[in-house]
Nanobody, 123 residues
């Protein structure tokens, strides 16, 4: 599975961005999918995940109510809608496919990773 994240860019605080993660090679309809982010010098952190069967989303506390993860299995694509962005959201965002259908917050539960897309939020 190859994952390609896109949609990052520079946005002012309070603005919105929509990230996309297109999968190729095979369908990811049976994989839980996740979004993580990382800033230099810090560990990669969980942002959101979505279950393959129930489509149940799960979020880190700091993005709850601002970020929304969704998936379109027909397009083999996962999305992350990010609203009310603040400078603390600045990071490289990665999408990943888990080895099970369930959502998961654990980095090591993910077998496939995209290259990442940079999100920069200016104050």
């Amino acid at each position: 599975v190859q994952l390609q994240a896109s949609g990052g860019g520079l946005v002012q605080a309070g603005g919105s961005l929509r990230l996309s993660c297109a999968a190729s090679g095979r369908s990811v309809r049976t994989n839980g999918m996740g979004w993580f982010r990382q800033v230099p010098g810090k560990e990669r952190e969980f942002v959101a995940s979505i279950d393959a069967n129930s489509f149940l989303p799960v979020y880190r506390d700091s993005v709850q109510g601002r970020f929304f993860v969704s998936r379109d299995n027909a397009k083999n694509t996962v999305y992350l809608q990010m609203n009310s962005l603040n400078p603390e959201d600045t990071a490289v965002y990665y999408c990943a496919a888990a080895r099970t259908p369930a959502w998961t917050k654990i980095v090591t539960d993910y077998d496939y990773w995209g290259r990442g897309t940079l999100v920069t939020v200016s104050s």
